[in-house]
Nanobody
Framework: VQLQASGGGLVQAGASRRLSCIASGRAFVSYTVAWFRQAPGKEREFTAA????????YYSDSVKGRFAIFRDNVEDTVYLEMNNLIPDDTAVYYCNKFPSVPWGQGTQVTVSS
């Protein structure tokens, strides 16, 4: 399984951005999926998850109310809608599923103040 996140870029504080994640082999169907991020000099941290079956979503306290995770099961794509971005959101964003697979290439999001 290969994961590929995309959609990052340089944005100003307060802006919105949508990230996408695709996987080879319909890897997301029937699995809980999640986004993680790694800021410069910090460890990778959980950001958001979408539970398979119930569709319940989970968010870290730092993004709750601003970010939304959703999935397109037909396209087997997972999205992260990020609103009201702040400089602390600057990080490389990665997607994965549970059970996890090898990390793919993340996408850099840089938020300028």
């Amino acid at each position: 399984v290969q994961l590929q996140a995309s959609g990052g870029g340089l944005v100003q504080a307060g802006a919105s951005r949508r990230l996408s994640c695709i996987a080879s082999g319909r890897a997301f169907v029937s699995y809980t999926v999640a986004w993680f991020r790694q800021a410069p000099g910090k460890e990778r941290e959980f950001t958001a998850a979408s539970r398979y079956g119930t569709g319940r979503t989970y968010y870290s306290d730092s993004v709750k109310g601003r970010f939304a995770i959703f999935r397109d099961n037909v396209e087997d794509t997972v999205y992260l809608e990020m609103n009201n971005l702040i400089p602390d959101d600057t990080a490389v964003y990665y997607c994965n599923k549970f059970p996890s697979v090898p990390w793919g290439q993340g996408t850099q999001v840089t938020v300028s103040s």
